[in-house]
Every structure is written in C-alpha cells, then in structure tokens.
C-alpha cells in the first residue's frame, strides 16, 4: 500500500508573507505545483 511518504515532496516550497505575487506565480509555474503554504 502507499504511503504519503511514497508522493509528497520532501522539499517544500514555502512563501512568506510578503512574496511578490509575480516571483510566486513564476516559482509555482517553472515547479508545476498548484500551491505552496505561507509561512511566517
């Protein structure tokens, strides 16, 4: 059976706060991810 462990990455992106939308939107592009947690 799998396990989270098995799909999830291990070297979460992160955004803080105050991270230009622009720099966001072009990081989760060239990463293919759909989301990434603001952490502050």
């Not at 803080?16 to 990463?31: F, Q, V, Y």
Request: hydrophobic share 50%.
């Amino acid at each position: 059976m799998l396990k989270v462990k098995d799909i999830m990455s291990k070297q979460v992106i992160t955004f803080s706060p105050d991270t230009e939308i622009a720099h966001a939107a072009k990081l989760l592009l060239e990463k293919r991810i759909n989301g990434a947690p603001v952490v502050d």
